[in-house]
């Protein structure tokens, strides 16, 4: 298995209130990124990271930022939970753009519940 | 809009029946199609990536397969271990992100 580790695997939180969620790699890849799932959506991209510091929005931003300080680690913060946050959170790691060249390799996500 | 849509959606097969999936792509300019297979609970895991058409991929009992507009994931005598959602996303040129199809959950029955 690829070296990612996202933390928390579960967790329980209400509306309104702020949400981190990590991801870290042991590959030293340069490009990281957050995707959420949900039954009839499918993976849809949230953020992804190509450097320290270098983030950029993907397709479902709104609500969600990101800050990457580190080379190994990638945090999605959700800045006031809503319900439509509840999901499934996986971040992925590649050593190329997108994942074009090379695979993405996935964590085992972050089960996320917004009541 | 670059899209990706897979069918079925849900398979149910016997031991050993030989079946395939179909992954229908619409992207400006492939530059990888993906497949992943995604167990309960876990994150995608990657299985292969096509280039061009006409190139296959084998592994085990499963072999993917590229057009100039679907992938074929074909799965020859599949055994209980097999039963997961397997997942095919495309990459297009210059794009920064895949773009991933809503996966067939695959079912083996023994």
């Known amino acids: 298995d690829a070296g990612i580790t996202q933390s928390p695997r579960h967790k329980v939180t209400e509306t309104g209130t702020p949400v981190t969620l990590r991801c870290h790699q042991t590959e030293n890849h340069r490009y990281m990124y957050w995707y959420r799932q949900d039954p009839g959506h499918g993976l849809r991209l949230i953020h992804y990271s190509y450097g320290v510091k270098d983030t950029d929005k993907g397709e479902v931003s709104d609500g969600y930022s990101v800050s990457r300080s580190k080379t190994e680690d990638f945090l999605l913060t959700l800045e006031s939970a809503t319900s439509s946050q509840t999901s499934v959170y996986f971040c992925?790691?590649?050593?190329?753009?997108?994942?074009?060249?090379?695979?993405?390799?996935f964590g085992n996500g972050t089960r996320l519940t917004v009541t | 809009e670059d899209q990706v849509t897979q069918s079925p959606e849900a398979l149910r097969l016997q031991e050993g029946e030989s079946s395939s999936l179909n992954c229908s792509y619409t992207v400006s300019g492939l530059r990888g199609l993906f497949w992943y297979r995604q167990d309960p609970g876990k994150g995608p895991e990657f299985l292969f990536t096509l280039y061009s058409a006409g190139e296959e991929k084998e592994k085990e009992r499963l072999k993917a397969t590229l057009t100039k507009k679907e992938s074929f994931l074909h799965i020859t005598a599949p055994k209980p271990e097999d039963s997961a959602t397997y997942l095919c996303a495309a990459g297009s040129q210059g794009a920064q992100k895949l773009v991933f199809g809503q996966g067939t959950r695959l079912t083996i029955n023994p």
């Open positions: 992925a790691i590649s050593e190329s753009a997108g994942g074009a060249d090379s695979p993405l390799h």
